[in-house]
């Protein structure tokens, strides 16, 4: 069984750039489909981006295409979201999921994944 930790959340500026990390232990994250997404207060745990485990296509929301970048490290056993052109509505809680048996077309619901890391703090002000 997997387990993630999220890392690199906090403050930025508008227009700032933030690197989040979640780290894989338990498992090796080249085999398995990862995500981030994210929630606020108002609403519900939203997709952000995702990479599949088998084809290693990256896939995004529209609200964020252009701006952020998911990667994986197989290396460092770590996968990652470069965010870039931060705006107030980036504000949210940051989680990074991931599972090794969800199908393509499933991938960007949160009920896909099974593993979950404890989320980081993004908020973005000025």
């Known amino acids: 069984q997997v387990q993630l930790v999220e890392s690199g959340g906090g403050l930025v500026q508008p227009g700032g750039s933030l690197r989040l990390s979640c780290a894989a232990s338990?498992?090796?994250?080249?085999?398995?489909?990862m995500a981030w997404f994210r929630q606020t207060p108002e609403k519900e745990r939203e997709f952000v981006a995702s990479t599949f485990r088998s084809y290693g296509r990256e896939y995004y929301a529209d609200s964020v295409k252009g701006r952020f970048t998911i990667s994986r490290d197989n290396r460092k056993n770590t996968f990652e979201l470069q965010m870039n052109s931060l705006t107030p509505d980036d504000t949210a809680i940051y989680y990074c999921?991931?599972?090794?048996?969800?199908?393509?077309?499933?991938?960007?619901?949160?009920?896909?994944?099974?593993?979950w890391g404890q989320g980081t703090q993004v908020t973005v002000s000025s």
């Open positions: 338990g498992g090796t994250v080249s085999t398995y489909s």
């Open positions: 999921a991931a599972d090794q048996s969800l199908i393509l077309s499933s991938i960007r619901r949160a009920e896909s994944y099974d593993y």
